[in-house]
């Protein structure tokens, strides 16, 4: 039956699997070239570099952002997971939303350097934060480990 474009089962399986590898190696990516990129612009903030106001910089990161998100969203529609029963994404969400908004405040929002640097250090530790919940899937993120 495969000679008639029919797919079997395995086939099927197999398919799955690497489009979710792909998409979870694309959520990864993202992931650590979102961080990397919020990490040179806090740095070039508490510098006060002119380089924040170069197009692309202002730019590239909405769509990396975008790719995360979307990737993401992926992820939980391919395992069927339902998002809002699930303790761990909830504290995903909540810290992503979190990490937005002091993201926002350290790279442009904030009136004064000292909230930027301090809504940027939040901004860091929210995104740890993550992901630890992440590679535990319990909202306890890394204090898991100590749990045991």
Do not use: C
């Amino acid at each position: 039956m495969a000679s008639l474009g029919i797919e079997s089962a395995d086939q099927r399986w197999e398919a799955g699997k690497l489009t979710y590898l792909l998409i979870k190696s694309l959520h990864m990516i993202t992931a650590i070239a979102t961080i990397s990129g919020f990490a040179l612009r806090g740095y070039w903030m508490m510098i006060q570099s002119e380089k924040l106001n170069i197009k692309v910089v202002r730019i590239v990161p909405h769509v990396i952002d975008t790719l995360f998100l979307l990737s993401g969203i992926a992820l939980v529609s391919i395992l069927q997971i339902n998002a809002f029963s699930e303790p761990w994404l909830l504290a995903k969400f909540a810290g992503l939303i979190g990490y937005i908004v002091l993201g926002a405040v350290a790279i442009k929002r904030g009136p004064t350097l000292q909230i930027r640097v301090i809504a940027f250090v939040g901004a860091l530790s929210l995104f740890a934060y993550i992901v630890g919940v992440a590679l535990t899937k319990s909202p306890a993120s890394w204090l898991r480990f100590l749990a045991g």
